[in-house]
């Protein structure tokens, strides 16, 4: 634990009172959305200026202090947990929107903007944020960033990493950083902005962000489809892929959607039960666009891919059938899931499955299992549930011990142990199932460069030597 001295000493750096030792506040900021590792850290500093994240920086190495950066603490890895003393940074004093250029489409954040209100002030201004999920009412840009956060529409418009046109960044060695000069070309050697983002907070603070806007969709569209069998979902999104520009394309098992029907605010999407249900949504911008998703719906009962469907006529139905998807993840936390977040290359993604599955029906029989995930990138969401008679610990051990398996099967695949959630505490023992030995070299002198005391929140993404 850090001295109380240099506590003391970092209440001179900051405003009054944004100093925090309190046990509700050490617990609340020190943990994020695993509630894995329990949390200890030192204190909680809420910086209001990025000239205050500097000397916070400075005092860090100076003392030999371990930062652990806090955003919304929506994060599934454990990237944000303070579990061993460290001051955690939080920046919920650092959450203005400070400007917006309608001609170039860009808002200036700070870290601690909600992804929500970027998405509201987009909407505002006739435009669109396109970077979703599940998360976004609570999780913070300066989250979204440090994690390269995916969600439900990358398949049209790519992850947080394309929508960032520039960054200012304290960096672990105290430096602030203006990267990229919110440019749209710029070759002038290494895009060190790509560098922080996914980075974990483990270069340094993102303390500004240009992010990009884009033109706001028309007459959004949703389809939910239920499948026979597994196999049947990859034809169907070849199937609209061929005819429609998809804005998102889902996937959920049945007991994905009996958890979800369980919590009975939720209109079930048909009659006929199916094993897995495909989400589908398209911009309907006129009449046509609509014909060609109808025809391509009757084309794949024809071909026995889909038993039943549906497609939203208003917006209420829109927001009622993303919402059996969206609420996975929070109903689901009820019986404390052990997540898996894996990737493979999308035409791979029928045969990966069906080696993980029978993994995981060998290994985890006395577990429920629930599959969903953003199918149309070849991500996959393999959460297994914990057993209500069973501790948290023995049930996290007993899940990390098939980890091995289903890693060397993410490995023989090239794919990624983690898609879109990162590495964080929880995946570091399994990097070298995505990466060699070499990048992971690489990587470890690239994190020198930028925080050569390893102040930086160490332990994550690489394991304590
Ligand atoms: C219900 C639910 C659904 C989700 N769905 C998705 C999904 O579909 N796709 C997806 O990608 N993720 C998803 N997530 C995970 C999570 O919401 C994202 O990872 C999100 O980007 C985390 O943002 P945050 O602000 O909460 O970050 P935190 O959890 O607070 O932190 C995440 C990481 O970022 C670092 N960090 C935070 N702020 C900064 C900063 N200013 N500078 C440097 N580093 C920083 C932290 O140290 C940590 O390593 C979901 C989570 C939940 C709970």
């Given at each position: 634990?850090?001295?109380?001295?240099?506590?003391?000493?970092?209440m001179?750096?900051v405003?009054?009172?944004?100093?925090?030792?309190?046990?509700?506040?050490?617990?609340?900021?020190?943990?994020?959305?695993?509630?894995?590792?329990?949390?200890?850290?030192?204190?909680?500093?809420?910086?209001?200026?990025?000239?205050?994240?500097?000397?916070?920086?400075?005092?860090?190495?100076?003392?030999?202090?371990?930062?652990?950066?806090?955003?919304?603490?929506?994060?599934?890895?454990?990237?944000?947990?303070?579990?061993?003393?460290?001051?955690?940074?939080?920046?919920?004093?650092?959450?203005?929107?400070?400007?917006?250029?309608?001609?170039?489409?860009?808002?200036?954040?700070?870290?601690?903007?909600?992804?929500?209100q970027?998405?509201?002030?987009?909407?505002?201004?006739?435009?669109?944020?396109?970077?979703?999920?599940?998360?976004?009412?609570?999780?913070?840009?300066?989250?979204?960033?440090?994690?390269?956060?995916?969600?439900?529409?990358?398949?049209?418009?790519?992850?947080?990493?394309?929508?960032?046109?520039?960054?200012?960044?304290?960096?672990?060695?105290?430096?602030?950083?203006?990267?990229n000069?919110?440019?749209?070309?710029?070759?002038t050697?290494?895009?060190?902005?790509?560098?922080?983002?996914?980075?974990?907070?483990?270069?340094?603070?993102?303390?500004?962000?240009?992010?990009?806007?884009?033109?706001?969709?028309?007459?959004?569209?949703?389809?939910?489809?239920?499948?026979?069998?597994?196999d049947?979902?990859?034809?169907?999104?070849?199937?609209?892929?061929?005819?429609?520009?998809?804005?998102?394309?889902?996937?959920?098992s049945?007991?994905?959607?009996?958890?979800?029907?369980?919590?009975?605010?939720?209109?079930?999407?048909?009659?006929?039960?199916?094993?897995?249900?495909?989400?589908?949504?398209?911009?309907?911008s006129?009449?046509?666009?609509a014909?060609?998703?109808?025809?391509?719906?009757?084309?794949?009962v024809?071909?026995?891919?889909?038993?039943?469907?549906?497609?939203?006529?208003?917006?209420?139905?829109?927001?009622?059938?993303?919402?059996?998807?969206?609420?996975i993840?929070?109903?689901?936390?009820?019986?404390?899931?052990?997540?898996?977040?894996i990737?493979?290359?999308?035409?791979?993604?029928?045969?990966?499955?069906?080696?993980?599955?029978?993994?995981?029906?060998?290994?985890?029989?006395?577990y429920?299992?629930v599959?969903?995930?953003?199918?149309?990138?070849?991500?996959?969401?393999?959460?297994?549930?914990?057993?209500?008679?069973?501790?948290?610990?023995?049930?996290?051990?007993?899940?990390?011990?098939?980890?091995?398996?289903?890693?060397?099967?993410?490995?023989?695949?090239n794919?990624?142990?983690?898609?879109?959630?990162?590495?964080?505490?929880?995946?570091?023992?399994?990097?070298g199932?995505?990466?060699?030995?070499?990048?992971?070299?690489?990587?470890?002198?690239?994190?020198?460069?930028?925080?050569?005391?390893?102040?930086?929140?160490p332990?994550?993404?690489?394991?304590?030597?």
């Amino acid at each position: 634990m850090t001295h109380p001295a240099v506590i003391d000493e970092l209440m001179t750096l900051v405003d009054p009172g944004k100093v925090l030792t309190d046990p509700a506040s050490l617990e609340a900021y020190g943990k994020d959305w695993t509630k894995h590792y329990p949390p200890a850290p030192s204190a909680i500093v809420l910086p209001k200026t990025l000239e205050q994240v500097q000397a916070i920086v400075a005092w860090a190495n100076r003392h030999q202090v371990a930062l652990v950066p806090s955003g919304g603490r929506t994060g599934l890895s454990a990237g944000a947990v303070a579990a061993n003393g460290e001051v955690v940074v939080a920046f919920d004093y650092m959450n203005q929107i400070l400007s917006f250029n309608e001609f170039d489409r860009t808002v200036v954040c700070q870290p601690g903007v909600v992804t929500r209100q970027l998405q509201q002030f987009a909407e505002d201004h006739g435009l669109y944020y396109p970077v979703d999920f599940a998360s976004s009412g609570s999780s913070q840009i300066g989250g979204n960033i440090a994690t390269n956060a995916g969600g439900i529409k990358v398949i049209r418009y790519g992850m947080t990493r394309n929508w960032v046109a520039g960054l200012k960044v304290v960096t672990g060695k105290g430096d602030l950083l203006e990267l990229n000069k919110d440019l749209i070309k710029n070759a002038t050697g290494y895009d060190l902005r790509q560098l922080f983002i996914g980075a974990e907070g483990t270069l340094g603070f993102v303390v500004e962000a240009t992010m990009r806007l884009d033109r706001a969709p028309r007459n959004l569209t949703a389809m939910v489809l239920g499948t026979p069998d597994f196999d049947s979902i990859m034809p169907v999104l070849h199937a609209f892929q061929g005819r429609l520009d998809l804005t998102a394309f889902e996937f959920f098992s049945d007991k994905a959607l009996a958890k979800v029907m369980g919590r009975g605010d939720v209109p079930p999407p048909f009659d006929t039960d199916c094993p897995f249900y495909a989400l589908l949504e398209f911009e309907a911008s006129n009449e046509d666009v609509a014909n060609d998703a109808l025809a391509t719906f009757e084309h794949c009962v024809e071909q026995g891919w889909v038993l039943d469907g549906v497609m939203s006529q208003s917006e209420t139905q829109l927001k009622n059938l993303w919402k059996l998807r969206e609420y996975i993840s929070e109903t689901i936390s009820h019986w404390t899931p052990y997540k898996n977040d894996i990737s493979v290359t999308v035409s791979k993604v029928p045969a990966f499955l069906r080696d993980i599955d029978a993994i995981v029906a060998q290994h985890y029989p006395d577990y429920e299992v629930v599959w969903y995930g953003h199918i149309g990138d070849g991500n996959l969401h393999l959460n297994i549930l914990k057993p209500d008679d069973m501790s948290k610990d023995a049930f996290f051990a007993s899940c990390a011990r098939v980890n091995k398996w289903v890693f060397e099967i993410v490995e023989r695949y090239n794919g990624s142990i983690s898609a879109e959630h990162g590495v964080g505490m929880t995946k570091r023992d399994y990097l070298g199932y995505s990466r060699s030995a070499d990048e992971i070299a690489c990587m470890k002198a690239i994190k020198a460069v930028f925080d050569p005391n390893g102040i930086m929140n160490p332990g994550k993404i690489f394991a304590p030597e």
